[in-house]
């Protein structure tokens, strides 16, 4: 395992279209986040897991966003009725709870582009 | 309200040269710094990391400095090389929560 990987890499759907967006941790850290990206802007942070309990979703994330991680290994980030606004790069990223200071490692990153 | 900070939209610098990137941030609270590297079309990659009870951190060519009562961070990179042309990120996390917040981004082209 050489590090976080996302898939697909990119995805043009068309408005009003449902996407799935994969994430798979280094395999021993037990924290997953996912954030979005959009251009001349930094990451902003959408939600994330330690284990398959999510911890902390952000207002960002509205009700047609949903995220899982059902056993606590890969996750999935779900957009449904997709809004030309959600074009972005979704990010996902993995830690090792260590207490105070967690280095987060980031994927490549998904690029969604809604027509 | 962007609680990280970063001032400066690009910098340009000669190789060998130093590079200084800096990063202001709002939040008392913070208490571990991060910075990141991102080249187009792919994540971003952790460089380098502080945490709020030391004022320098060295990693090879990578320096960060917190300076806490201005609420400033810097990376500086020492010879910098064409390699290093990218944008960097600012990052800040508090002690009850786990989410990363990051300022805009600095883009750093190193010319020959």
């Known amino acids: 395992d050489t590090g976080v990987s996302q898939n697909p890499r990119h995805k043009i759907t068309k408005r009003g279209q449902n996407v799935t967006f994969r994430c798979d941790p280094i395999s021993e850290h037990n924290r997953l986040y996912w954030y979005r990206q959009t251009l001349g802007q930094g990451p902003e942070f959408l939600t994330y897991?330690?284990?398959?309990?999510?911890?902390?979703k952000s207002r960002l994330l509205s009700d047609r966003f949903s995220a899982e991680r059902p056993k606590g290994s890969f996750s999935t980030l779900e957009i449904q009725r997709t809004e030309q606004g959600d074009s972005a790069m979704y990010l996902c990223a993995s830690s090792l709870e260590e207490g105070q200071g967690e280095t987060q490692y980031f994927g490549p990153g998904t690029r969604l582009l809604v027509l | 309200d962007q609680q990280v900070k970063q001032n400066s939209p690009s910098l340009s610098v000669q190789e060998g040269r130093i590079s200084i990137l800096n990063c202001d941030y709002t939040n008392s609270m913070f208490d571990y710094f991060l910075w990141y590297k991102k080249y187009p079309a792919e994540g971003p990659t952790f460089l380098i990391s502080?945490?709020?009870?030391?004022d320098k951190n060295e990693d090879g060519r990578f320096t960060v400095f917190l300076n806490k009562s201005a609420k400033h961070l810097s990376l500086h990179i020492v010879p910098s090389q064409p390699g290093d042309s990218a944008v960097y990120f600012c990052a800040a996390s508090a002690y009850n929560t786990d989410k990363l917040i990051f300022g805009t981004g600095t883009r750093l082209q190193v010319f020959p």
């Open positions: 502080i945490s709020s009870i030391k």
């Open positions: 897991f330690q284990n398959e309990a999510q911890l902390e």
